[in-house]
């Protein structure tokens, strides 16, 4: 089966490069995909979970903000914070999101409410990121 490249990078590390059948990716727009043989392609990302597909399993990715690039058979992900599905604490996620909630739920005026938001947002994906990766079968919790 015909392959692309997958590199995914942060300012602080080379996440993951492998060889792939599939990318899916949280896009500004949309979430979007690309197989072998894609066009060249440009697109900012938003939090979410990015997925890739490789020896038939399923695999999953935090972003939160980036890019993701396309060109001659490689994806490269320039995300501000990517974390594997297998790196990621729960248990610190959950608590951010209630953090986050509780916050939320005193409507202070002090607060930076969308900065409240954003780590709402950026906990709840690494959350579901981690869930969709046990139902997968490819991340214990």
Do not use: W
Not at 38 to 54: E, T
Not at 61 to 72: H, I, K, L, P, Q
Not at 76 to 101: G, M, Q, S
């Amino acid at each position: 089966m015909a392959q692309l490249q997958l590199e995914i990078v942060t300012p602080d590390r080379l996440v993951l490069s492998e060889p792939v059948e599939y990318v899916g990716a949280p896009g500004y727009e949309g979430e979007f995909g690309i197989l072998p043989g894609h066009i060249p392609f440009l697109s900012a990302l938003q939090v979410g979970n990015l997925y890739y597909k490789s020896g038939g399993k399923t695999f999953f990715v935090f972003v939160a903000g980036g890019f993701a690039e396309v060109s001659d058979n490689k994806v490269t992900i320039l995300a501000e914070v990517a974390e594997k599905a297998t790196e990621i604490d729960v248990e610190r996620a959950r608590k951010a999101r209630e953090r986050a909630e509780q916050r939320l739920a005193k409507q202070q005026e002090n607060i930076d409410n969308a900065r409240v938001q954003a780590a709402l947002a950026r906990a709840m994906a690494r959350v579901s990121c981690r869930s969709r990766a046990k139902d997968a079968g490819t991340c214990e919790m």
